[in-house]
Protein backbone atom coordinates (compact mmCIF):
# COMPACT_ATOMS: atom_id res chain seq x y z
CA UNK A 1 0.00 0.00 0.00
CA UNK A 2 1.11 3.56 -0.99
CA UNK A 3 -0.49 6.73 0.95
CA UNK A 4 0.47 10.13 0.08
CA UNK A 5 0.31 12.38 3.09
CA UNK A 6 0.06 16.26 1.42
CA UNK A 7 -1.07 19.79 2.35
CA UNK A 8 -0.14 23.03 1.81
CA UNK A 9 3.18 23.72 3.75
CA UNK A 10 3.09 24.46 7.32
CA UNK A 11 -0.40 22.39 7.86
CA UNK A 12 1.74 19.79 9.82
CA UNK A 13 2.82 16.96 7.03
CA UNK A 14 6.02 16.34 8.74
CA UNK A 15 5.19 16.97 12.62
CA UNK A 16 2.15 14.06 12.03
CA UNK A 17 4.74 11.97 10.40
CA UNK A 18 7.68 12.05 12.72
CA UNK A 19 4.90 11.16 15.36
CA UNK A 20 4.19 8.13 13.00
CA UNK A 21 7.60 7.01 12.59
CA UNK A 22 8.52 7.43 16.78
CA UNK A 23 4.89 5.47 17.30
CA UNK A 24 6.05 2.59 14.92
CA UNK A 25 9.57 2.44 16.41
CA UNK A 26 11.53 3.96 13.34
CA UNK A 27 12.22 7.63 14.14
CA UNK A 28 14.80 9.05 15.70
CA UNK A 29 13.14 9.85 19.19
CA UNK A 30 12.78 7.12 22.10
CA UNK A 31 8.93 5.88 20.63
CA UNK A 32 5.94 6.18 22.11
CA UNK A 33 2.40 5.21 23.75
CA UNK A 34 0.50 6.02 20.65
CA UNK A 35 -0.76 2.73 18.86
CA UNK A 36 -0.53 4.07 15.29
CA UNK A 37 0.63 0.20 13.86
CA UNK A 38 0.27 1.42 10.30
CA UNK A 39 3.59 -0.72 9.12
CA UNK A 40 4.83 1.78 6.39
CA UNK A 41 7.86 3.28 5.88
CA UNK A 42 7.44 7.20 6.10
CA UNK A 43 9.49 8.79 2.88
CA UNK A 44 9.55 12.29 3.54
CA UNK A 45 10.24 13.56 -0.18
CA UNK A 46 11.44 16.51 0.22
CA UNK A 47 14.39 15.32 1.75
CA UNK A 48 14.92 12.78 -0.57
CA UNK A 49 14.42 15.67 -3.51
CA UNK A 50 17.68 17.27 -1.45
CA UNK A 51 19.53 14.48 -0.92
CA UNK A 52 19.23 12.89 -4.35
CA UNK A 53 19.33 15.99 -6.05
CA UNK A 54 16.01 14.78 -7.83
CA UNK A 55 15.66 18.75 -9.21
CA UNK A 56 15.85 20.26 -12.55
CA UNK A 57 16.44 24.26 -10.82
CA UNK A 58 16.56 26.08 -8.32
CA UNK A 59 14.38 28.81 -7.73
CA UNK A 60 16.49 31.28 -5.80
CA UNK A 61 13.23 33.61 -5.69
CA UNK A 62 11.32 30.97 -3.35
CA UNK A 63 14.35 29.96 -1.69
CA UNK A 64 13.18 26.01 -2.93
CA UNK A 65 14.24 23.90 -5.54
CA UNK A 66 11.94 22.71 -8.60
CA UNK A 67 11.42 19.17 -8.18
CA UNK A 68 11.77 16.55 -11.30
CA UNK A 69 8.85 14.35 -10.66
CA UNK A 70 9.52 12.11 -13.03
CA UNK A 71 12.57 11.28 -11.47
CA UNK A 72 11.31 11.55 -8.23
CA UNK A 73 8.55 8.66 -9.35
CA UNK A 74 11.35 6.50 -10.89
CA UNK A 75 13.22 6.33 -8.03
CA UNK A 76 10.27 5.35 -5.69
CA UNK A 77 8.23 2.98 -8.70
CA UNK A 78 9.58 -0.58 -6.80
CA UNK A 79 8.70 1.38 -2.97
CA UNK A 80 5.74 -0.63 -2.13
CA UNK A 81 4.46 -0.02 2.15
CA UNK A 82 5.57 3.53 2.29
CA UNK A 83 3.52 6.68 3.50
CA UNK A 84 4.52 9.46 1.25
CA UNK A 85 5.54 13.12 2.90
CA UNK A 86 5.35 16.33 1.37
CA UNK A 87 3.50 19.07 -0.53
CA UNK A 88 3.87 17.29 -3.44
CA UNK A 89 2.96 13.60 -2.28
CA UNK A 90 -0.06 14.03 -4.10
CA UNK A 91 1.35 13.77 -7.14
CA UNK A 92 2.82 10.65 -7.19
CA UNK A 93 1.08 7.29 -7.14
CA UNK A 94 -1.27 6.52 -4.22
CA UNK A 95 -3.50 3.60 -2.86
CA UNK A 96 -4.84 6.76 -0.45
CA UNK A 97 -3.88 10.74 -0.50
CA UNK A 98 -4.44 12.25 3.16
CA UNK A 99 -5.08 15.68 2.11
CA UNK A 100 -3.68 17.84 5.37
CA UNK A 101 -5.27 21.37 5.81
CA UNK A 102 -5.39 24.51 7.94
CA UNK A 103 -7.03 27.51 8.86
CA UNK A 104 -5.54 29.74 6.81
CA UNK A 105 -4.72 32.44 9.51
CA UNK A 106 -3.29 29.79 11.40
CA UNK A 107 -1.30 28.64 8.70
CA UNK A 108 -0.06 32.17 8.15
CA UNK A 109 0.94 32.00 11.61
CA UNK A 110 2.55 28.67 12.15
CA UNK A 111 4.17 30.14 8.61
CA UNK A 112 5.81 33.37 10.12
CA UNK A 113 7.07 30.98 13.49
CA UNK A 114 8.87 29.25 10.62
CA UNK A 115 11.01 32.63 9.29
CA UNK A 116 8.91 32.33 6.04
CA UNK A 117 8.50 35.38 3.97
CA UNK A 118 5.48 37.82 4.14
CA UNK A 119 5.45 36.63 0.43
CA UNK A 120 5.16 33.24 0.63
CA UNK A 121 3.30 33.26 3.76
CA UNK A 122 0.62 35.24 2.17
CA UNK A 123 0.49 32.86 -1.43
CA UNK A 124 0.83 29.51 0.72
CA UNK A 125 -2.47 30.94 2.78
CA UNK A 126 -4.04 31.97 -0.46
CA UNK A 127 -3.58 28.56 -1.46
CA UNK A 128 -5.03 26.53 1.55
CA UNK A 129 -7.98 29.26 1.33
CA UNK A 130 -8.68 28.00 -2.45
CA UNK A 131 -7.97 23.77 -1.75
CA UNK A 132 -5.28 24.09 -4.60
CA UNK A 133 -3.58 20.89 -2.72
CA UNK A 134 -7.08 19.43 -2.65
CA UNK A 135 -8.38 20.52 -6.19
CA UNK A 136 -5.10 18.28 -7.44
CA UNK A 137 -5.59 15.66 -5.39
CA UNK A 138 -9.11 14.88 -6.63
CA UNK A 139 -7.63 15.22 -9.73
CA UNK A 140 -5.58 12.77 -9.70
CA UNK A 141 -6.62 10.39 -7.65
CA UNK A 142 -10.38 10.85 -7.73
CA UNK A 143 -12.81 11.54 -5.01
CA UNK A 144 -12.70 7.96 -3.71
CA UNK A 145 -8.87 7.96 -2.78
CA UNK A 146 -8.88 11.34 -1.00
CA UNK A 147 -9.34 11.93 2.32
CA UNK A 148 -9.20 15.39 4.14
CA UNK A 149 -8.10 15.94 8.03
CA UNK A 150 -8.48 19.62 9.26
CA UNK A 151 -5.42 19.86 11.42
CA UNK A 152 -6.52 23.91 12.78
CA UNK A 153 -6.69 22.69 16.64
CA UNK A 154 -5.65 19.33 16.40
CA UNK A 155 -2.50 17.96 18.31
CA UNK A 156 -0.16 16.04 15.99
CA UNK A 157 -0.78 13.28 18.00
CA UNK A 158 -4.21 13.34 17.39
CA UNK A 159 -3.49 14.33 13.11
CA UNK A 160 -0.77 10.79 13.03
CA UNK A 161 -4.07 8.84 14.50
CA UNK A 162 -6.28 10.09 11.94
CA UNK A 163 -3.41 9.17 9.40
CA UNK A 164 -3.72 5.67 11.08
CA UNK A 165 -7.15 5.77 10.51
CA UNK A 166 -6.92 6.46 6.79
CA UNK A 167 -3.95 3.55 6.30
CA UNK A 168 -6.31 1.06 8.17
CA UNK A 169 -9.25 1.74 5.89
CA UNK A 170 -11.03 2.97 9.18
CA UNK A 171 -11.90 6.22 7.54
CA UNK A 172 -14.49 7.06 4.59
CA UNK A 173 -12.94 9.15 1.54
CA UNK A 174 -14.18 13.05 2.27
CA UNK A 175 -12.27 14.93 0.11
CA UNK A 176 -14.37 18.38 0.18
CA UNK A 177 -15.77 18.50 3.67
CA UNK A 178 -13.02 21.41 4.51
CA UNK A 179 -13.92 24.98 3.88
CA UNK A 180 -12.21 28.18 4.30
CA UNK A 181 -12.72 30.73 1.32
CA UNK A 182 -14.02 33.23 3.48
CA UNK A 183 -10.58 33.90 4.53
CA UNK A 184 -10.81 35.23 0.68
CA UNK A 185 -13.49 37.90 1.82
Known amino acids: MRVAVTGTPGTGKTTATRVIEEADGR ?15 VVHLNHLIEDEELYTAIDE ?5 VADLDALAERLEDRDDVLLESHLAHHLDADRVAVLRCDPATLETRLRERGESEAKTRENAESEALDV ?8 HGLESVYEIDTTDRTPEAVAGELAAVCRGEREPSAGTVDFVEYLT
Open 133 to 140: VLAEAVDR
Open 27 to 41: GSGSGSDLDIGIGLE
Open 61 to 65: DRDSV
